[in-house]
Nanobody
Framework: QVQLVESGGGLVQAGGSLRLSCAASGRTFSTYYMGWFRQAPGKERESVATISRSGGSTYYADSVKGRFTISRDNAKNTMYLQMNSLKPEDTAVYYC?????????????????????WGQGTQVTVSS
């Protein structure tokens, strides 16, 4: 098993930046496919970005392409989400997730139901 803890959320003005971190403990971090998801009030949880075990393959939702960057440091057991040019519509609770069996070729890599491990979430609020 792996335990996940997010940090770095907060209140920021539109156009600003935040960096989210997801610290992992437990089973070897580098064996997990990882992702960032978000959920706004009244909406379903959606995929934001995912990253392969080595960090060499990434996926971004169209809504964040060119603004967000996902990365991981396996030596530090940590995944990151650098968020730039933030918009009010980015306001949500952001979650990190991990799955041992997922891979970059899976059609399910953006499906939150297919991830077995989740953090508690961190609130990101972007004011206009």
């Amino acid at each position: 098993q792996v335990q996940l803890v997010e940090s770095g959320g907060g209140l920021v003005q539109a156009g600003g930046s935040l960096r989210l971190s997801c610290a992992a403990s437990g089973r070897t971090f580098s064996t997990y496919y990882m992702g960032w998801f978000r959920q706004a009030p009244g909406k379903e949880r959606e995929s934001v970005a995912t990253i392969s075990r080595s960090g060499g393959s990434t996926y971004y939702a169209d809504s964040v392409k060119g603004r967000f960057t996902i990365s991981r440091d396996n030596a530090k057991n940590t995944m990151y989400l650098q968020m730039n040019s933030l918009k009010p519509e980015d306001t949500a609770v952001y979650y990190c997730a991990a799955d041992y069996n997922m891979n970059s070729y899976s059609a399910y890599r953006t499906n939150p139901e297919k991830y077995n491990y989740w953090g508690q979430g961190t609130q990101v609020t972007v004011s206009s």
